[in-house]
């Protein structure tokens, strides 16, 4: 059995696209919490219920814990019980946000979420536009490095969406994101 391509990306796609001709979707496998990770999602969960602060819950998972699966898990709830369809992802450090795009494409339990990337595309509000048509929810990573003038004009036309639709979560805190300058850049989005 020989399988088109050159690279194990292109094997991995033909496989896809094989499977889901035959099964009529992509199959992934499931995402399977570990207990700890079940543990502060239920938790975080009923902070929010309650109208708690959860920046504390937040901040205090280890290392190794499985933040990018734990916050993915945590997306699909607050979404699928408050309807946020926007998950905003700041960072300073960007590996961040390579750790989250192959997440998606993991697990069947992200299916339904896509990443608009405004560093890569021209048009990301026309991109979460037709994401919503599709039924996509969507991650936007958010680079906080340059000068916050420029940076306001690259990340204005955040402001057009109404941020009762946003879940915001900050990875790797205390790698930049915590700053004043960065703060100032996630209240413009906010505001």
Same mark, same amino acid.
């Given at each position: 059995? =020989?399988? @088109?391509?050159? !690279?194990?990306?292109?094997?991995?796609?033909?496989?896809?696209?094989?499977?889901?001709?035959?099964?009529?979707?992509?199959?992934?496998?499931?995402?399977?919490?570990r207990t700890l990770q079940q543990k502060?999602?239920?938790?975080?969960?009923?902070?929010?219920? #309650?109208?708690?602060? *959860?920046?504390? *819950?937040?901040?205090? $998972?280890? @290392? /190794?814990?499985?933040?990018?699966? =734990?916050?993915?898990?945590?997306?699909?709830?607050?979404? %699928?019980?408050?309807? #946020?369809?926007?998950? $905003?992802?700041?960072?300073?450090?960007?590996?961040?946000?390579?750790?989250?795009?192959?997440?998606? %494409?993991?697990?069947?339990?992200?299916?339904?979420? !896509?990443? *608009?990337?405004? /560093?890569?595309?021209?048009? @990301?509000? !026309?991109?979460?536009?037709?994401? =919503?048509?599709?039924?996509?929810?969507?991650?936007? @990573?958010?680079?906080?490095?340059?000068? $916050?003038?420029? =940076?306001?004009?690259?990340?204005?036309?955040? /402001?057009?969406?109404?941020?009762?639709?946003?879940?915001?979560?900050?990875? %790797?805190?205390?790698?930049? !994101?915590?700053?004043?300058?960065?703060?100032?850049? $996630?209240?413009?989005?906010?505001?």
């Open positions: 059995f =020989w399988i @088109p391509g050159k !690279t194990y990306s292109d094997a991995y796609e033909y496989l896809d696209q094989l499977v889901t001709e035959m099964e009529g979707h992509i199959v992934r496998k499931k995402v399977k919490l502060a999602l239920d938790e975080t969960m009923d902070a929010i219920d #309650n109208g708690a602060d *959860v920046a504390t *819950v937040i901040a205090n $998972l280890c @290392p /190794r814990f499985g933040k990018t699966i =734990w916050a993915l898990m945590l997306f699909k709830q607050i979404s %699928e019980k408050y309807g #946020n369809r926007i998950m $905003l992802l700041p960072a300073y450090w960007l590996s961040v946000h390579s750790s989250f795009e192959g997440e998606l %494409e993991e697990f069947d339990d992200f299916q339904h979420m !896509t990443i *608009v990337d405004p /560093r890569k595309i021209e048009d @990301p509000d !026309t991109a979460v536009d037709a994401a =919503w048509a599709e039924g996509q929810d969507v991650i936007i @990573p958010i680079s906080l490095h340059g000068d $916050l003038t420029e =940076w306001k004009q690259k990340h204005s036309w955040l /402001r057009d969406i109404d941020s009762e639709t946003f879940f915001m979560f900050a990875d %790797e805190g205390d790698f930049g !994101t915590h700053a004043d300058a960065q703060i100032d850049k $996630l209240d413009y989005i906010l505001q």
